[in-house]
């Protein structure tokens, strides 16, 4: 049963636009989300979290947004570059039960120079 | 420089034998965990222990043991009774403690696994 779902394997956006990377989740008693960011043959690279306390939460180029009535929460990378190429995973935990977090199955981006 | 150290990064394995994968951190991280990813599948849990010498199953826990003597390190052990144990190993850790709860989770670069 994935409680973390991200809906598309893989995307492809030209360098300099906007990449947006979307995550849908199940458990309305999730409180808090995090991107992770995954090169081929390393371990994923915490990126950026959000509290549900928050709808936005900005870091340079990279922006979460969480819109918890639709339980959607997406990754906005703007500009794009080529070396954002990777898979993106998000994942989402329950305060106060531990810190264990559901994650998505991932998506691919490749940014085309 | 702090980091996860996972070892080796490939491993193989036989039919029918028990093999440990190695995690060690130096983060000072109280909290570690145990993760696998399959194909086209997310990050699923097997084991995570808050503290020394205390651990818990993940959701995925059947066919796997694991150790906490060590703060710094949390072996995880795929035992013959995994019937499907190919697959790519990450161990993470979070800072823990009291507020263990809202923290990042640090990955190590992995165990891929193969049976011969």
């Known amino acids: 049963d994935q409680q973390v779902k991200q809906n598309s394997p893989s995307l492809s956006v030209q360098e300099g636009r906007i990449s947006i990377l979307n995550c849908d989740y199940t458990n309305s008693m999730f409180d808090y989300f995090l991107w992770y960011k995954k090169y081929p043959a390393e371990g994923p690279t915490f990126l950026i979290s959000i509290s549900s306390i928050k709808d936005k939460n900005e870091d340079g180029r990279f922006t979460v947004f969480l819109n918890k009535s639709a339980k959607h929460l997406s990754l906005h990378i703007v500009p794009s570059q080529p070396g954002d190429s990777a898979v993106y995973f998000c994942?989402?935990?329950?305060?106060?039960?531990?810190?264990?977090?559901?994650f998505g199955t991932g998506t691919s981006l490749t940014v085309i120079p | 420089d702090g980091g996860i150290t996972q070892s080796p990064k490939y491993l193989f394995r036989k039919e029918g034998q028990n093999v440990t994968l190695s995690c060690e951190q130096n983060l000072n991280h109280d909290a570690m965990y145990w993760y696998r990813q399959d194909p086209g599948q997310g990050l699923r849990l097997i084991y995570y222990?808050?503290?020394?010498?205390?651990?818990q199953k993940g959701d995925i826990a059947e066919g796997y043991s694991v150790s906490r003597e060590k703060k710094e390190s949390f072996p995880l052990t795929v035992t013959s009774a995994q019937k499907n144990p190919t697959a790519f190993y990450l161990c993470?850790?979070?800072?823990?403690?009291?507020?263990?709860?809202?923290?990042?989770?640090?990955f190590g670069d992995g165990t891929r696994l193969s049976i011969l």
């Open positions: 993470a850790s979070s800072i823990g403690g009291e507020l263990w709860s809202n923290q990042p989770q640090h």
């Open positions: 222990s808050q503290i020394v010498n205390d651990f």
């Open positions: 994942a989402a935990s329950r305060s106060h039960t531990g810190n264990q977090f559901y």
